[in-house]
Every structure is written in structure tokens, then in C-alpha cells.
Nanobody, 113 residues
């Protein structure tokens, strides 16, 4: 059974950091392109970072230089390191594997003083 489980969200002050994790089961994550998406209240879900099977990364302009996507094949987990967080980063963050049409349940990130 294909499953993605996100964790690592929480409440953080502006300027702080969080690391989100996406643990995959039922398939080898390293064999698929995948991405992290964010859905803020009242807005559409948007791609913030993607990682290809070859290791190429892409980022939304709003997070470039602050967020880093990475993968640990041994742990079958993808991470999103989020630094210099801003209030506008507040959203539910999801990991997604497009070719498997698989989404996790999401993890809430709230940036507030």
C-alpha cells in the first residue's frame, strides 16, 4: 500500500526554522519525482519545492534561498528544511508523488510571534 506520512510541523516565530519529513511506505521514494506543496487558508495548494529522481531541485521564487528539499534513500524519507520562516509561509504542507497520485495527510506550519 502506497503511503506518505508528513511530520515536523508546528508553531515557530518569524526567522525560525523547521524541518519537515515525509516518510514513504509501499514504494521506493528515490525512484519517483516528488514535491512539497503548501496550502494556505483560502488559497490553492501550490508547489514550493520539487526533487527529481536524478537529484535536481526546483523551488518557488518565494522560498528560494530559504528552503531546501533533500532525500534519504536509506530511510525512504524526503525532507524540507525551512529557514528564515515568514508569516506568509503559514500553511499546511503536503508531500506528493505525481506519478502515483499519492498525497500525505499534511502537516501544519504556523509562523507567528
Amino acid at each position: 500500500q502506497v503511503q506518505l506520512v508528513e511530520s515536523g510541523g508546528g508553531l515557530v516565530q518569524p526567522g525560525g526554522s523547521l524541518r519537515l519529513s515525509c516518510k514513504a511506505s509501499g514504494f521506493r521514494l528515490s525512484l519517483y519525482n516528488m514535491g512539497w506543496y503548501a496550502q494556505a487558508p483560502g488559497k490553492q495548494r501550490e508547489l514550493v519545492a520539487s526533487l527529481s529522481t536524478g537529484g535536481s531541485t526546483n523551488y518557488a521564487d518565494s522560498v528560494k534561498g530559504r528552503f531546501t528539499i533533500s532525500r534519504d534513500g536509506a530511510k525512504n524519507t524526503v525532507y524540507l528544511q525551512m529557514n528564515i520562516l515568514k508569516p506568509e509561509d503559514t500553511a499546511v504542507y503536503y508531500c506528493h508523488v505525481p506519478s502515483l497520485a499519492s498525497w500525505g495527510q499534511g502537516t501544519q506550519v504556523t509562523v507567528s510571534s
